[in-house]
């Protein structure tokens, strides 16, 4: 390239020294973007042959997008003259704190993604009446849902004196570890017998009353 280069004018030289960076950036990106359809076609072919539900498919389409998108920047990085130890150790050092800081919010990320499970499974509605339970034949924290966000999803407790409101706020995690009790619209009402008629009571009280001899 360089022996090439020497027989070219110098305006040419310049024009050169621009270009080929500028295709190695190109390719690059075409590359990428090949890679990521190829990654997509193969992931949604997969799902469809052995039935994987559209929640599991999402996260993993967008795990291989950031690792191809990293890749990329890295390389374009590289073919602008920074040198690839330097990059390595830079992205290293951020992967590093971003697992601390990951581990560190794990708990909050697992909320956020457990209300995203509950908005697309719909495990219950808003209305309904659940019991959150340890096991099947120990009672739990039990309510009427009346809110659902992010982190927290609230119950209002019917045990709850009256005019003494409680509220239950129970982890949007818990509810995938625990067995859950539902009541779609609320708790169901036990309706008393209706009562019996005059002449049931008197037809009853003969039959228990024994008759006198004659």
Not at 25 to 30: D, K
Not at 136 to 163: C, F, H, W
Request: with cysteine.
């Amino acid at each position: 390239m360089r022996r090439f280069q020497m027989h070219l004018p110098e305006w040419m030289q310049d024009w050169l020294e621009i270009l080929i960076p500028g295709v190695q950036i190109f390719l690059i990106i075409f590359v990428a973007w090949l890679i990521n359809w190829l990654i997509k076609r193969i992931i949604l072919r997969a799902g469809k042959a052995y039935d994987l539900p559209h929640e599991l498919l999402m996260p993993l389409r967008g795990v291989f997008r950031w690792i191809i998108i990293a890749a990329a920047i890295l390389a374009i990085l590289e073919r602008l003259g920074m040198s690839a130890t330097v990059l390595w150790t830079a992205f290293t050092s951020f992967a590093t704190v971003g697992a601390v800081a990951f581990f560190a919010a794990w708990s909050v990320l697992s909320n956020l993604f457990c209300a995203l499970l509950i908005v697309t499974v719909s495990p219950f509605r808003l209305g309904d009446y659940i019991e959150v339970l340890d096991t099947a034949e120990k009672p739990g924290a039990k309510g009427r849902v009346i809110d659902l966000n992010m982190l927290y999803i609230t119950l209002q407790d019917d045990s709850a004196p009256a005019g003494m409101p409680n509220l239950l706020q129970i982890p949007n995690s818990l509810i995938f570890q625990r067995v859950i009790r539902r009541w779609k619209g609320g708790m169901p009402v036990v309706t008393e017998s209706t009562p019996a008629t005059n002449d049931e009571e008197a037809s009853a009280m003969e039959i228990a009353t024994p008759s006198k001899p004659a």
